[in-house]
């Protein structure tokens, strides 16, 4: 196989995050390049569904050894990667090794860095797995309440905010800025709950999906208190009893991507480009929820996606914007309040 560039599988993986990534500071982007490529890779290990669960914990857990320098083995995922139907997927599998082998080029402490939060969102892929063993739609399993979905929200999205700042704190911000956020809880519990609210708009925009695959990430026990149960969200019928519950996640959702804006503004202007990395993700994820808003929630005839020329309206608007203070902050427009 030939070499494909980090840049090149960047680029193929990642689709609209890759302009995030590529607006990044320098001297944060090969660090979070590298985790995201990383998580990419188990991602993609953890949805082969057509390989059995117990062969996937057992492919994750073999490259979470390798990250964590507990073996030094060879990976071979060729079953894994004959399955794959996305070229670049397939490409993530065929380049393990490389990605791996980056790893050593970081500093000990990026390193340990990138290792914690990549052990973390494999947690979370751990945890689905054996949560939904079993799961098809004749055998629906849903999440048992809040403190499962915050605390998968957490490992597959949090975690990251929170690797982000540790970043930003050790190689973007001055002396003052480090003083300021270093030991700041609340700033670092906002960049937490900004990675949950991108999860639970995924959540929330892929929920017929999820069900037609067996897996109910709304909590049974809210499901209950609206005399449902997850097998009733297979049927569109079931909208108009749903929908309360529904529209009180995305809430939560927007409420998560309102502390995402918060933070955003918390650093400092000079850091444009950080800023605009922020930016993004929080106002595309807006634009997902009014659309979540208008469409129906349990059709899976119904894709809600915010297009290409809708991302590219999105990222033009915030750098014409961004010299106004007021304007800026004005393109983040919020129905509720931040909780």
């Known amino acids: 196989m030939a070499r494909i560039s980090t840049n090149e599988l960047l680029k193929r993986n990642s689709r609209s995050f890759y302009l995030t ?26 949805d082969t569904e057509i390989v059995s669960p117990g062969q996937r914990l057992e492919a994750l857990d073999r490259l979470r050894e390798r990250i964590l320098g507990i073996s030094d083995g060879g990976l071979n995922f ?25 790893l050593r080029r970081l500093s000990a402490k990026d390193f340990k860095r990138v290792r914690e939060v990549v052990e973390t969102i494999i947690s979370g892929q751990d945890l689905d797995l054996q949560r939904f063993p079993s799961a098809t739609p004749k055998n629906l399993i849903a999440l048992r309440d809040e403190d499962e979905l915050d605390d998968y929200t957490f490992r597959v999205a949090g975690c990251v905010g929170k690797f982000w700042t540790e970043l930003c704190v050790a190689h973007v911000f001055n002396t003052a ?28 925009r892929d929920l017929p999906a999820d069900l037609l695959k067996g897996r109910c990430y709304i909590p049974a026990d809210k499901l209950a208190e609206a ?8 049927s569109p019928a079931n909208e108009p009893a749903f929908r309360p519950l529904y529209n009180r996640y995305l809430d939560l959702a927007e ?16 850091h444009i480009s950080l800023r605009l990395a922020c930016a993004w993700p929080i106002l595309i994820g807006l634009e997902t929820i009014q659309k979540l808003r208008d469409e129906p929630a349990l059709d899976p005839e119904c894709r809600v996606k915010v297009s290409r020329d809708e991302v590219r309206s999105i990222i033009l608007r915030s750098i014409l914007r961004y010299p106004f203070k007021s304007s800026w902050r004005a393109m983040a427009k919020f129905s509720i309040e931040r909780r």
Not at 80 to 100: C, I, K, M, Y
């Open 21 to 46: 990534l590529r607006v990044l500071p320098r001297a944060i982007r090969p660090q979070i390049s590298l985790a995201y490529l990383l998580a990419r890779t188990t991602d993609t290990i953890a």
């Open 78 to 102: 060729a079953e894994l990667t004959l399955q794959q139907g996305s070229p670049a997927e397939r490409e993530l599998l065929e380049s393990v090794e490389e990605t791996l082998s980056s």
């Open 177 to 204: 800025e480090k003083r300021k956020f270093a030991t700041s809880f609340d700033f670092e519990e906002l960049g937490i709950r900004f990675g949950k609210g991108l999860q639970l708009v995924n959540i929330l």
């Open 227 to 234: 005399r449902l149960v997850p097998a009733d969200l297979l």
């Open 255 to 270: 409420s998560h991507l309102a502390a995402g804006w918060e933070y955003t503004n918390l650093i400092s202007r000079r």
